[in-house]
């Protein structure tokens, strides 16, 4: 038997040893192909919370050997979603510890015949074990970030198969976002066995099966990787591409084919190497919203090696940092973005088309032309409309709340690694990407930093092929901060009249203003304001404004981007308000409710700073002078995200709605 420990679990008992499969290289996103079939075991799943003192009692018991519905109650649970607020039970919400699913299916026996078949989770929260029909086929250690395993042994081509997923959500001082268990031994206060989870991050610590869980099917033999790097030279796009394969060993005269496609689905490249570079004449480029006419365009690389096909899209633009200036396509880019959450009424943090369709239409409603995956790796689907739209992203860890020396230990330096190395694999041919962010608000001023972060960033540019620039969201005064001088451009979160100075928006032209001279006088490198912003009450007026009223919120935005747009003239490249839409956390006398400080409503309704917002973005995107109200005489195409195909041959463009 393998133990594992987990905090206050003690120890668990696993399965057995973990299903032998051959360890793959790539993460590439599931596609159908000629060669690829896959099928999602999204739905209705069974499941129960273990509730146990010690959250043990589904290992000792072996809960996995069996249906769930056999061992005790369960309940209906949608997958994907967080089981937080699906129902009424209050101890459910905030559960801490164990959580195990199960569900029936069936594969086609066709599967059966020369097919590798790979189980997929996309994402779940935090630790996972997982077994199909009792046998341990995988376990994963963090969320936001896909895993998955070839699971053709353990299944049945001719009857039923059970998946049973157990998932635990306790954050301790090593886990990623770091957390605390806190214990209370007295009795005559607090019940026997008492325990609480300690949060060291402002948001609601959901948990669950977040995202997809598939199927899919390869070639024995089969396309592994793909890596694409684009440049421009002159007027010609240069696509430098790797392709790995996996599986059974090469013959040495393998077929390969590799074609890249524009959007009409014209061959304008070819090679036939598994490593090689292809030339585009006149390509089109990938620009995010607002710099060009072709705002997100892709092309797609189709590669066909002895028989498997896998089409991968990719954009050609190249990223470049100067000491005053961020440049796409070697044009200045200037952010005027959003931070974000995933997050929303009744699903948490589950995958819900509807919702990301909704907010990229508010995206573009607003001009937002820039995004920060606060503070975690989004969704493959999010990031997918993020390159089709144009919307170019800052792609941030799960590196946030660490805030104490136990957060930056040999353990947690380890899988704080593994967590960028993941993420880079995932997003590496992403267009949208522009910059990696290791964290958000580390304590960059304690002795044992300095050397943590250099260590994480260095391993960060180790692995990106691309050699995106790199940063950081820091809270720390230049005075302070030990780590800004490993980044690429220095990321900063401010709320002067907020937290600091609540209610005196007249120090904040000061105050900023001193932040930016001072970061610049240590390091000449550009600057974005990745947060500021204040909490508001939606419906809450009062005249002068006060703290959370709406009025309030307009009046700390107007009074910083008076510092900004004096900024943006020599070293500020960015702007980002916090936040894109209200989000749920923990309970406290700070938050009621949540916290407050979105231009939206959680149900994604404007507020009145999201006028003021949308009034200044559309101005940026069209060079209009921001210092004065902006009412535009021919506004920008603030509706839905519209499709254009483009052929390289007949240079001619054709609108369309396939969002595939």
Request: proline share 5%.
């Amino acid at each position: 038997m393998v133990f594992h420990a987990w905090e206050f679990t003690c120890i668990v008992f696993l399965s057995g040893m973990l299903l032998h499969t051959e360890a793959a290289v790539g993460m590439l996103y599931p596609r159908d192909s000629e060669s690829r079939e896959s099928k999602l075991l999204d739905g209705i799943w069974h499941f129960r919370a273990d509730m146990s003192p010690t959250r043990a009692k589904g290992f000792d018991e072996m809960w996995w050997s069996a249906p769930l519905c056999e061992s005790g109650p369960v309940i209906d649970m949608p997958v994907p979603a967080s089981y937080n607020d699906i129902t009424e039970d209050k101890a459910l919400r905030d559960f801490v510890g164990w959580v195990w699913y199960d569900r029936q299916f069936y594969v086609s026996p066709a599967w059966s015949k020369n097919w590798r078949v790979v189980l997929r989770f996309d994402s779940a929260h935090y630790y996972s074990i997982v077994w199909v029909n009792g046998k341990q086929v995988l376990e994963h250690t963090g969320g936001h970030l896909p895993f998955e395993a070839d699971v053709f042994a353990a299944l049945r081509f001719d009857g039923p198969n059970r998946i049973t997923v157990a998932v635990n959500n306790t954050l301790t001082p090593t886990t990623l976002p770091p957390g605390e268990i806190q214990y209370e031994n007295d009795t005559s206060k607090y019940p026997e066995g008492y325990f609480a989870q300690v949060l060291q991050m402002d948001f609601f610590n959901y948990a669950g099966i977040h995202r997809h869980v598939r199927l899919y099917t390869t070639p024995r033999k089969y396309i592994d990787d793909i890596t694409i790097l684009t440049n421009v030279v002159g007027n010609k796009g240069q696509i430098k591409y790797t392709v790995v394969l996996g599986g059974e060993k090469t013959s040495g005269n393998d077929s390969v084919q590799i074609s890249a496609l524009d959007t009409a689905g014209r061959v304008v490249a070819s090679g036939s190497e598994l490593n090689g570079a292809l030339v585009i004449p006149n390509p089109q480029l990938w620009w995010p919203y607002g710099m060009n006419d072709t705002v997100g365009y892709q092309y797609t690389l189709m590669v066909n090696c002895s028989g498997d096909v896998y089409r991968q899209p990719f954009g050609i633009r190249t990223v470049r940092v100067t000491e005053d200036q961020f440049l796409i396509n070697d044009k200045p880019f200037y952010c005027h973005g959003v931070a974000k959450h995933e997050d929303s009424d009744i699903r948490g943090k589950g995958l819900d088309y509807a919702l990301i369709t909704k907010d990229f239409n508010m995206l573009r409603w607003l001009g937002v032309n820039c995004i920060r995956t606060s503070h975690y790796p989004y969704a493959e689907e999010i990031m997918s409309l993020a390159d089709q739209q144009g919307v170019a992203v800052i792609d941030e860890s799960p590196g946030v709340g660490i805030k104490h020396d136990d957060n930056m230990g040999p353990e947690s330096l380890k899988h704080h690694k593994e967590v960028m190395t993941e993420m880079i694999q995932r997003d590496k041919n992403r267009p949208s990407v522009i910059m990696w962010s290791v964290a958000n608000e580390p304590a960059s001023k304690s002795p044992i930093a300095e050397a943590y972060f250099k260590s994480v960033i260095e391993h960060t540019r180790s692995e990106d092929p691309a050699s995106r620039p790199i940063t950081f969201a820091g809270s720390v005064s230049f005075e302070e901060d030990t780590v800004v001088q490993f980044v690429d451009v220095v990321c900063i979160n401010r709320y002067y009249g907020w937290y600091e100075d609540p209610g005196h928006l007249e120090i904040i032209p000061l105050q900023l203003h001193r932040e930016f001279e001072g970061f610049r006088a240590k390091q000449r490198k550009p600057i974005i304001v990745t947060e500021y912003g204040a909490d508001t009450v939606p419906g809450l007026h009062r005249e002068p404004s006060f703290m959370f009223t709406e009025e309030y919120q307009v009046d700390l935005l107007q009074e910083t981007h008076k510092v900004f747009d004096a900024a943006r003239q020599k070293y500020l490249v960015g702007e980002m308000v916090w936040n894109f839409a209200d989000f749920m956390t923990v309970e406290g006398v700070k938050r009621v409710v949540g916290n407050k400080k979105g231009l939206l409503t959680r149900q994604r309704q404007p507020k009145r700073a999201a006028f003021t917002i949308r009034d200044r973005y559309h101005a940026l995107a069209t060079g209009q002078d921001t210092r004065v109200f902006y009412q535009p005489s021919h506004p920008q195409h603030t509706g839905p995200h519209m499709y254009s195909v483009y052929s390289q041959h007949s240079h001619s463009y054709q609108n369309y709605r396939n969002m595939a």
